[in-house]
């Protein structure tokens, strides 16, 4: 017997059809260019969904819905969020924290940090 899909599952807010759509690097780069006009981005590339950073077991891990990075390489996570948070601005601080981390290398300066941008698209 066939499972019938529900219209959430078909759309854009859902997990599976966000990932699937925003990690074509088109569709990401159309999004960012839309969303930040201001930064004149060119091209987007080394798109991921659901990119994990985890530092082992002591701290809390991050699951990034779309992470991307442009031609001069700024680091951009496309966050769906579907669900109303109170504690959404500590979510964001600890997600750019965590990225922070992960593209800063052991004996680079602070200078070396690529800039970076979190948007939580709320379509509530």
């Known amino acids: 017997m066939k499972e ?30 839309l969303v930040v006009p201001e930064l004149n981005i060119q091209k987007v590339h080394d ?4 990119h994990v950073i985890d530092e082992g077991l002591k701290e809390k891990s991050v699951r990034l819905d779309i992470y991307a990075q442009d031609d001069q390489g700024r680091l951009f996570d496309i966050e769906m969020q579907v669900v109303r948070q109170q504690d959404i ?16 290398s052991r004996g680079k300066h602070y200078y070396d940090l ?11």
């Open 4 to 33: 019938e899909i529900t219209a959430s599952e078909r759309s854009i807010t859902s997990d599976v059809v966000f990932g699937h759509v925003m990690s074509k690097p088109e569709n990401c780069f159309r999004l960012l260019q």
């Open 89 to 104: 601005g500590k979510r964001i601080r600890y997600y750019q924290a965590q990225m922070d981390k992960d593209s800063l």
């Open 47 to 50: 798109v991921h969904k659901q």
């Open 114 to 124: 690529n800039d970076s941008y979190i948007i939580f698209l709320c379509p509530l």
